[in-house]
């Protein structure tokens, strides 16, 4: 079966300037993750989606970070405006459902540099 | 609240020597506990998990982990490394009222010829 893709695989931007990310998860999969993985540490959750509608969202920056999920399917992860701060890889996971039991295959991710 | 430490940001082992990456946990309920693998420029790929049933849990690649509850600690091994294993190793943990997954800071496994 085919994987998580994401696309662009690398983007390079300046401060202040918006950037957008997609994300299509593996067929049939309910649930939709999105990662930050700043170098030298491992993946923090920013956003779970269950179907088109949001889990959680408790560590998503909101004023600069967006995310949707229409249709429940494909999603975008939009930063604007980014900082230095926002260089890291953005992975994209799914899993079939919600909870612990459910195994979440990870996308090859999108690695964002911010100069 | 739950949470991994992964003892050693960097291991380097001979190959065909043991490899032993070292992980503890805290959660506030029975967690389910994994161990993924990510190569360069890769995503993360499952080596194994620990689900409540077996406490010794054999992965892929011959990667085995032991869940010992008194000890809080979920360490991965493998009796010979092989210079395919290099790559950077996170330990994870699924636990708590919301069973979001959270990850350690990784351990770099390099392999010597």
């Known amino acids: 079966e085919a994987g998580v893709a994401q696309s662009p695989r690398y983007k390079i931007i300046e401060k202040r300037q918006s950037v957008a990310f997609w994300c299509n998860p593996i067929?049939?999969?309910?649930?939709l993750y999105w990662y930050q993985q700043i170098l030298g540490q491992g993946p923090k959750l920013l956003i779970q989606?269950?179907?088109?509608?949001?889990?959680?969202d408790s560590q998503l920056p909101k004023d600069r970070f967006s995310a949707e999920r229409l249709k429940g399917v494909d999603s975008t992860l939009k930063i604007q405006p980014a900082k230095l701060e926002d260089s890291a890889v953005y992975l994209c996971?799914?899993?079939?459902?919600?909870?612990?039991?459910?195994?979440?295959?990870f996308g090859p991710g999108t690695r964002l540099t911010v100069t | 609240a739950q949470s991994v430490t992964q003892l050693g940001s960097h291991v380097s082992v001979s190959e065909g020597a043991l490899v032993l990456l070292r992980c503890n946990y805290s959660?506030?309920?029975?967690?389910?506990l994994f161990w993924y693998v990510q190569y360069p420029n890769q995503g993360l790929q499952l080596l194994l998990k620990?689900?409540?049933?077996?406490?010794l849990v054999k992965g892929i690649n011959g990667f085995e982990a032991e869940f010992k509850k008194s000890e809080t600690s979920f360490h991965l091994t493998k009796p010979s490394a092989h210079m395919s294993d290099a790559a950077e190793y996170f330990c994870?943990?699924?636990?708590?009222?919301?069973?979001?997954?959270?990850f350690g800071k990784g351990t770099l496994l390099t392999v010597n010829p």
């Open positions: 989606f269950q179907n088109n509608g949001v889990v959680d």
């Open positions: 959660s506030s309920v029975p967690p389910y």
């Open positions: 994870a943990v699924n636990g708590g009222s919301n069973y979001k997954l959270t």
């Open positions: 996971a799914s899993s079939l459902d919600k909870g612990q039991y459910y195994e979440q295959y």
């Open positions: 067929s049939g999969h309910a649930t």
């Open positions: 620990y689900t409540s049933a077996a406490t």
